[in-house]
């Protein structure tokens, strides 16, 4: 059996395991959690500490000088500033998607940092309210933040690429909210940050630019003290007033788990554990709280800070820095107490081979049939281990199962030490970065290797993008750089050679890009020497379009391949031309003329029919046209009898006439698209009728099959046969869009009298699905008899827990393997697994 000390080690929650290993022994020295505010980077990135000025704290020997200080997850000191600014107290800091460090203070102002506590100019305002009236908190989230006032008034900046500080809807409250949580924007309906604010009220406020609403009011008995939204924007989970955790959809309409805590005292951390846990932090305790089954509690003797991750939560305390996740499945199957899974046994026969043991074959011999599954999950589970040796024990026993699995894709074993390598050489202290697979391959490799360069790991950073096989422009491109900033006093010449031989380790990298780094750092003799060893020609076009001559370097940014210096002349062009001349130009080059349609497609549609109706080319306008259709049906005022209807099918009547009129050069026949078209501003008729008689905004966009589907659950029989005969829809489909439809509305009545009507031309196995599929088993069982073939009537038998008429519908089809799956599916009940093994002994099948 597998190691059991690894399972001993994992805590279950109702029916799932999680484990806690300790990634790091943070390194750092005289670092306090409870004294200092504390701003951790997921991914494993970067920690910034700086003492809490809203705290009293006895000073220790330290200097009354605050100052920011940045680690790395496992505790090594990456930079450090005094902190000086203006502005009243530190509200809030976080780290955004590109490890950009953002600090909040009171008046409003947002300082940026580096990683390495290098000041980002200019700093950034919230705006003249908040200057005024002070800001007292904040919630940040991937790269914006949202603020309120004294006043209660919200102020939100959603990208601080973008800094546009907007306020947002007056929430119309008087005293300051219990607790304040973010949607993301690409998460909300209107594309814009949800501000959920928890009141004294038994409702939540939903504040967006445009408008407040009241949320929860049907659902929650209470006031929230605190909420987090999940990662995917879907779920909420809170705190109430009494004790309770609440977890409902980010509408507040619906509460899918609700269990009652040990404290009604609300806790000081509430975060997600990936998307399958909720947990909550007091003073000495962490519990794990999950949609069924009691709580797991972990007790701490010294603060500790939550770091939500994609599947888990990194725990960082004043001396460690823990990983809580779900043990996954693999690793289940594997180190689980008593697990006989292929996997474990393999991992088992493993052990048993490096003793001499024979009893390694005879666990091979058992799970001959699915091996290649054993090996799969043995690399699977190497993946998800921080432990080096267990990582090489599974690896090893993968690749022992491997010898003996003839069907197995052999790469796979590669293609996880690749990824295991790079892993542990970035999860290494002095790199910091305790990345697991899964948030590695969320990460992606381009962007873990920006970071490390970042981070001034350039070495490590060449050798990783070498070892993937990456492009290694970036890392040197950058180290070039860097070297060239902290050199200002190596002469040009011996620099120009230190950079040279770096330079020359990746072909095609741009010399000019780095001469005009050195000429911006002050070091213009050696730019001038970088720009020498520059090989492309294709520099000459922007000197070209300063004199006038627009041809000369169109044709020359044609010839170097290179499609940005393309556009770079033909915005030069388009500017300065008129249309007609413009058109003229770009027609007889190729390369020039599809750049320009590529482009015009994505932001200039009328300007690019212009230049199809120039052309003659009217089938490509009816697709500018219908594609046009469909982004104004995106808009959400498109819907219950919108005015905006009507232009989009007039829209689409127009392409239909286009594509009567068009003529292709190559004699296409577009006599599809003509029909698709035409049935196309049909069926939104249709749809839009029907939102309009149901007063649900349901129907539109959506295809025939869903329409029909929709119509049958609404209870609209007469319309779903109206759109079954203007599409020609076949009977089979019909019968399986009604069943299903049927069954869903849970009308068991109509779906019966829908089964008399005639022999289904689909069989009764569809009614049979669809009834088990809804847990009616007593209603399954009016069709089942009806089914012809005997295996499907002893599958369907087996599925509702019927053995006996299993076994009799069983012994018409002599089938040895359906009576072996029907004995799984009773094994747990011995008295029906008897009865197979009975049948199939007088039967004479195996």
Request: aromatic share 8%; with cysteine.
């Amino acid at each position: 059996m597998a190691n059991v000390s690894v399972a001993a080690e994992w805590q279950l929650l109702y029916n799932r395991y999680y484990r806690k290993p300790e990634v790091y022994h943070m390194s750092w020295k005289h670092v306090e959690l409870s004294r200092n505010k504390v701003a951790c980077a997921p991914f494993g990135g970067p920690i910034a500490v700086i003492r809490d000025d809203s705290k009293i704290v006895q000073l220790r020997g330290e200097s009354a000088q605050r100052k920011l200080r940045i680690f790395n997850s496992s505790g090594l000191l990456l930079g450090e500033t005094i902190w000086k600014h203006p502005g009243g107290r530190l509200i809030g800091m976080a780290w955004t998607d590109d490890q950009t460090l953002v600090c909040l203070v009171q008046d409003g102002t947002v300082f940026r940092y580096t990683i390495h506590a290098e000041i980002i100019e200019p700093n950034i305002s919230m705006g003249k309210e908040c200057f005024e009236r002070n800001v007292v908190d904040c919630v940040f989230w991937g790269n914006g933040v949202v603020c309120i006032t004294e006043s209660n008034q919200l102020f939100c900046i959603s990208d601080f690429q973008n800094p546009n500080p907007v306020q947002l809807a007056d929430p119309g409250i008087e005293d300051p909210p219990h607790c304040m949580a973010v949607i993301e924007p690409q998460y909300t309906m209107s594309g814009n940050a949800e501000v959920l604010l928890g009141i004294s009220e038994p409702w939540v406020l939903a504040v967006e630019e445009d408008g407040v609403q009241q949320l929860g009011v049907d659902v929650l008995r209470g006031p929230l003290q605190k909420m987090a939204v999940s990662r995917d924007g879907q779920w909420l989970a809170s705190f109430t007033h009494d004790g309770r955790l609440l977890v409902m959809t980010s509408n507040l309409n619906d509460i899918l788990i609700e269990q009652e805590c040990e404290s009604a005292l609300p806790p000081e951390q509430l975060a997600w554990c990936g998307m399958d846990t909720v947990l909550l932090y007091w003073d000495d305790i962490l519990l794990m709280m999950g949609p069924r089954g009691d709580p797991v509690r972990y007790f701490y003797d010294e603060p500790i800070i939550l770091i939500p991750e994609c599947d888990g939560v990194r725990i960082l305390s004043n001396s460690s820095m823990e990983f809580l996740q779900r043990v996954p499945d693999s690793t289940e199957s594997i180190f689980k107490i008593g697990s006989t899974s292929p996997a474990a046994l393999l991992y088992d026969a493993l052990d048993h081979f490096d003793r001499r043991s024979a009893k390694a074959d005879e666990n091979l011999r058992l799970i001959r049939p699915s091996l290649s599954e054993a090996v799969e999950a043995c690399i699977d589970a190497a993946g998800h281990e921080f432990d080096l040796l267990r990582q090489q024990t599974l690896l090893r026993a993968a690749s022992y199962g491997q010898a003996f699995c003839s069907n197995f894709q052999r790469d796979h074993i590669h293609e996880m030490c690749k990824t295991l390598r790079v892993l542990n050489a970035v999860r290494h202290p002095d790199v910091g970065m305790p990345l697991s697979i899964q948030q590695y391959k969320l990460l992606t490799p381009s962007v873990l290797i920006g970071r490390l360069i970042n981070s001034y790991k350039h070495l490590l950073a060449l050798r990783i993008s070498e070892y993937l096989g990456m492009n290694q422009e970036m890392v040197i491109m950058h180290w070039t750089c860097s070297k060239i900033t902290a050199s200002l006093a190596i002469p040009d010449a011996t620099l120009l050679e230190i950079l040279l031989d770096k330079l020359k380790l990746c072909k095609g990298i741009s010399y000019a890009a780095v001469a005009a780094h050195a000429d911006k750092n002050g070091r213009r003799k050696l730019a001038a020497m970088l720009v020498e060893h520059e090989p492309r020609s294709s520099k000459q076009v922007p000197l070209l379009l300063s004199i006038g001559e627009e041809d000369t370097a169109l044709m020359k940014a044609i010839e170097s391949g290179d499609t940005d210096l393309v556009y770079l002349v033909l915005f030069h062009i388009w500017q300065k031309r008129e249309p007609l001349d413009f058109f003229r130009m770009i027609q007889a080059r190729t390369l020039a003329r599809d750049l320009f349609v590529i482009y015009a497609r994505c932001y200039k549609h009328e300007f690019l029919k212009d230049f199809f109706l120039s052309n003659g080319q009217l089938h490509e306008v009816a697709f500018l046209m219908w594609k046009e259709s469909w982004e104004l049906g995106k808009n959400p005022m498109a819907s219950r009898g919108s005015p905006l209807h009507g232009p989009r099918i007039k829209l689409i009547e127009k392409t239909k006439n286009l594509f009567e009129k068009a003529k292709d050069p190559k004699d296409k026949d577009f006599t599809f698209e003509l029909k698709a078209a035409d049935e196309h501003a049909k069926l939104l008729r249709m749809q839009h009728d029907l939102e309009v008689s149901t007063k649900q905004a349901i129907f539109v966009d959506s295809s025939i099959s869903d329409t029909i589907r929709t119509c049958i659950v609404l209870g609209n029989h007469r319309a779903a046969m109206k759109v079954k005969t203007e599409f020609k829809v076949s009977e089979k489909r019909w019968y399986w869009l009604k069943v299903f439809a049927l069954a869903t509305v849970r009308d068991w009545d109509a779906l019966e009298k829908f089964s008399k009507e005639k022999r289904p031309p689909i069989g009764y196995r569809p009614f049979v699905e669809a009834c088990i599929e809804a847990d009616e088993r007593g209603e399954a069982l009016k069709y089942i008899p009806k089914l012809t073939d005997p295996r499907e009537r002893a599958e369907s038998y087996g599925r509702i827990g019927m053995a006996k008429e299993a076994a009799d519908a069983a012994s018409q089809a002599k089938d040895g393997e359906l009576l072996g799956r029907l004995k799984l599916t009773f094994s747990q009940n011995p008295a029906a697994s008897s009865i197979f093994d009975t049948l199939r002994d007088r039967l004479g099948v195996s």
